[in-house]
């Protein structure tokens, strides 16, 4: 009987041990980013050339530079569960000094992006004045190099990784394999793990997680009420952009232009 007393402890020790060696990994929940974008470093690197800007363009540009936005935030939330994530911005939460500096943003705030790692497409929704533009497509392919730096963001250990997107834009990315859902800001993802932490140092832009939520959210892949949008896809919504909303553009100012537009 003792024997049998023995062995019964012995295997509840075990099983605790197993117990807390054991790391629960979230399949959905809500990431809430803070998107800092330094404004007058970016002017100073666009608007500021001659060849870039017009009259009314540097009227604007002077108008944000004389005013406290040296730099602006905004928050923006990612919704995920199994292989889906939904990307939006929280558009409410900005003031009217912060809504007219958003003029000068290189990537659409109001731009929402829906990912399905399942079926490798995305589906992201632009807005140009009164005119929306769905994009539909694979899902890019980024090539990433890991680093041996950590940092802990919002409670989870993440590990840094440098990214290029499109072979031009250069990354930083900081993604914990504690969420094991690949996948984050915008449309940059693909790794072993959930981005909360991301730099871009090209459009002056740095965005890191503050809130992780442990939620089950339902997400739906209709980013837009309108019938009349069609989706489209990445060569063809390039050309409709080239033609209508920057048509009086140069081409290399378009295709940075583009470069954030797919960014």
Same mark, same amino acid.
């Given at each position: ?22 790391? !629960? ?78 003029? !000068?943003?290189?990537?659409? /705030? ?23 533009? /769905?994009?539909?497509?694979? #899902? ?12 802990? #963001? ?9 990214? /290029? ?25 693909? +790794?072993?793990?959930?981005? /909360?932490? +991301? ?12 809130? =992780? ?31 209508? =909303? ?18």
């Amino acid at each position: 009987m003792l024997k049998i007393y023995l062995t019964g402890f012995i295997l509840m020790l075990l099983s605790l041990k197993l117990g807390a060696q054991h790391t !629960f990994f979230p399949e959905s929940g809500r990431i809430t980013y803070e998107r800092k974008f330094h404004l007058k470093n970016y002017l100073k690197r666009t608007i500021s050339n001659p060849i870039e800007r017009d009259e009314t363009i540097s009227y604007m540009a002077e108008g944000i530079g004389e005013s406290r936005l040296e730099q602006f935030i905004t928050k923006h939330t990612l919704t995920f569960s199994g292989g889906e994530s939904l990307y939006e911005a929280r558009m409410e939460d900005l003031s009217d000094e912060d809504r007219y500096a958003t003029f !000068f943003s290189p990537i659409g /705030l109001e731009a929402k992006t829906y990912m399905n790692n399942n079926t490798g497409r995305f589906a992201r929704l632009l807005s140009f004045e009164d005119e929306e533009l /769905l994009m539909e497509d694979s #899902i890019p392919v980024i090539k990433w190099k890991y680093t041996d730096e950590y940092r802990d #963001i919002a409670g989870y250990t993440c590990r840094r990784a440098n990214g /290029l997107v499109q072979d031009s834009i250069y990354v930083v990315a900081f993604f914990t394999n504690q969420i094991a859902r690949t996948g984050g800001p915008e449309l940059v993802q693909g +790794l072993p793990g959930m981005i /909360l932490g +991301l730099s871009v140092p090209a459009f002056n832009i740095n965005m890191f997680a503050i809130k =992780v939520e442990l939620v089950n959210i339902p997400i739906s892949a209709q980013l837009t009420k309108s019938k009349k949008v069609v989706p489209q896809s990445l060569e063809s919504t390039k050309k409709k952009l080239r033609t209508s =909303v920057f048509s009086d553009m140069e081409d290399a100012d378009f295709q940075k232009q583009w470069s954030s537009v797919l960014f």
